[in-house]
Protein backbone atom coordinates (compact mmCIF):
# COMPACT_ATOMS: atom_id res chain seq x y z
CA UNK A 1 0.00 0.00 0.00
CA UNK A 2 1.08 3.58 -0.86
CA UNK A 3 -0.26 6.19 1.70
CA UNK A 4 0.01 9.87 1.01
CA UNK A 5 0.73 12.87 3.58
CA UNK A 6 -0.04 16.64 2.74
CA UNK A 7 0.84 19.61 4.13
CA UNK A 8 0.95 22.99 4.21
CA UNK A 9 -2.65 24.26 3.51
CA UNK A 10 -3.75 27.11 5.65
CA UNK A 11 -5.15 30.34 5.71
CA UNK A 12 -3.91 33.53 3.26
CA UNK A 13 -4.63 36.89 2.75
CA UNK A 14 -4.73 37.86 -1.54
CA UNK A 15 -1.75 38.15 -2.84
CA UNK A 16 -0.22 35.77 -0.11
CA UNK A 17 1.87 32.81 -0.97
CA UNK A 18 1.75 29.07 0.97
CA UNK A 19 3.94 26.32 -0.47
CA UNK A 20 1.77 22.18 -0.38
CA UNK A 21 3.91 19.50 0.41
CA UNK A 22 2.87 15.51 -0.54
CA UNK A 23 5.09 12.67 0.22
CA UNK A 24 4.32 9.39 -0.62
CA UNK A 25 5.44 5.85 1.39
CA UNK A 26 4.98 2.63 1.19
CA UNK A 27 6.04 0.03 -1.00
CA UNK A 28 6.60 2.40 -4.31
CA UNK A 29 8.58 0.75 -7.46
CA UNK A 30 8.52 3.75 -9.70
CA UNK A 31 6.26 6.75 -9.46
CA UNK A 32 5.59 8.04 -12.93
CA UNK A 33 3.30 11.49 -12.69
CA UNK A 34 2.59 13.68 -9.70
CA UNK A 35 -0.02 16.23 -9.44
CA UNK A 36 -1.83 18.41 -7.62
CA UNK A 37 -5.73 18.77 -7.89
CA UNK A 38 -8.46 21.10 -6.08
CA UNK A 39 -11.68 21.24 -5.18
CA UNK A 40 -13.82 24.57 -3.86
CA UNK A 41 -17.59 24.19 -2.41
CA UNK A 42 -19.78 22.97 -5.01
CA UNK A 43 -17.86 22.69 -7.82
CA UNK A 44 -16.05 19.48 -9.06
CA UNK A 45 -12.48 18.47 -8.51
CA UNK A 46 -10.20 19.85 -11.29
CA UNK A 47 -6.68 19.78 -12.12
CA UNK A 48 -4.67 22.25 -11.33
CA UNK A 49 -1.12 21.44 -12.23
CA UNK A 50 1.33 17.97 -13.19
CA UNK A 51 4.74 16.93 -13.32
CA UNK A 52 5.86 13.83 -15.32
CA UNK A 53 8.98 11.57 -14.29
CA UNK A 54 10.73 13.48 -16.42
CA UNK A 55 10.21 16.84 -15.08
CA UNK A 56 7.87 18.00 -17.40
CA UNK A 57 4.77 19.88 -16.27
CA UNK A 58 1.05 21.61 -16.86
CA UNK A 59 -0.87 23.65 -15.20
CA UNK A 60 -4.35 24.97 -15.42
CA UNK A 61 -4.74 28.33 -17.53
CA UNK A 62 -5.33 30.50 -14.16
CA UNK A 63 -2.32 28.85 -12.51
CA UNK A 64 0.36 29.75 -15.50
CA UNK A 65 2.91 32.08 -13.97
CA UNK A 66 1.85 31.90 -10.13
CA UNK A 67 2.07 28.38 -9.29
CA UNK A 68 4.84 25.97 -9.25
CA UNK A 69 4.99 22.36 -9.24
CA UNK A 70 8.09 20.65 -8.30
CA UNK A 71 8.89 17.13 -6.93
CA UNK A 72 11.77 15.65 -5.10
CA UNK A 73 12.28 11.48 -6.35
CA UNK A 74 14.62 10.85 -3.79
CA UNK A 75 11.79 11.53 -1.06
CA UNK A 76 8.87 10.65 -3.12
CA UNK A 77 7.53 14.19 -2.59
CA UNK A 78 6.14 16.30 -4.76
CA UNK A 79 5.27 20.23 -4.11
CA UNK A 80 3.04 23.43 -5.10
CA UNK A 81 4.53 26.70 -4.63
CA UNK A 82 1.80 29.18 -5.03
CA UNK A 83 1.88 32.75 -5.44
CA UNK A 84 -0.35 35.93 -5.63
CA UNK A 85 -3.08 34.08 -4.23
CA UNK A 86 -6.64 34.51 -5.28
CA UNK A 87 -9.93 34.53 -3.24
CA UNK A 88 -10.87 32.10 -6.16
CA UNK A 89 -7.90 29.58 -5.27
CA UNK A 90 -9.91 28.69 -1.95
CA UNK A 91 -10.55 25.17 -2.18
CA UNK A 92 -9.29 21.60 -0.93
CA UNK A 93 -5.93 20.92 -2.29
CA UNK A 94 -5.16 16.99 -3.25
CA UNK A 95 -2.13 15.70 -4.22
CA UNK A 96 -2.08 12.78 -6.35
CA UNK A 97 0.54 10.29 -7.78
CA UNK A 98 0.35 7.50 -9.95
CA UNK A 99 2.99 4.62 -9.31
CA UNK A 100 3.92 1.36 -11.73
CA UNK A 101 5.00 -1.81 -10.56
CA UNK A 102 7.78 -4.58 -11.53
CA UNK A 103 4.72 -5.70 -13.93
CA UNK A 104 4.18 -2.40 -15.14
CA UNK A 105 0.98 -1.52 -14.12
CA UNK A 106 0.04 1.81 -12.79
CA UNK A 107 -2.25 2.58 -10.04
CA UNK A 108 -3.39 6.00 -8.84
CA UNK A 109 -3.55 7.14 -5.07
CA UNK A 110 -4.81 10.42 -3.79
CA UNK A 111 -4.02 12.53 -0.67
CA UNK A 112 -6.45 13.31 2.21
CA UNK A 113 -6.83 17.13 1.07
CA UNK A 114 -5.58 20.24 2.64
CA UNK A 115 -7.61 23.34 2.76
CA UNK A 116 -6.29 26.41 0.94
CA UNK A 117 -8.36 29.61 2.31
CA UNK A 118 -7.57 32.98 0.59
CA UNK A 119 -9.30 35.98 2.18
CA UNK A 120 -9.76 39.40 0.14
Known amino acids: QVQLVESGGGLVQAGGSLRLSCAAS????????MGWYRQAPGKQRELVATISSGGSTNYKDSAKGRFTISRDNAKNTVYLQMNSLRPEDTAVYYC??????????????WGQGTQVTVSS
Open 26 to 33: GIIFSINA
Open 96 to 109: KITTRNVWGISYDY
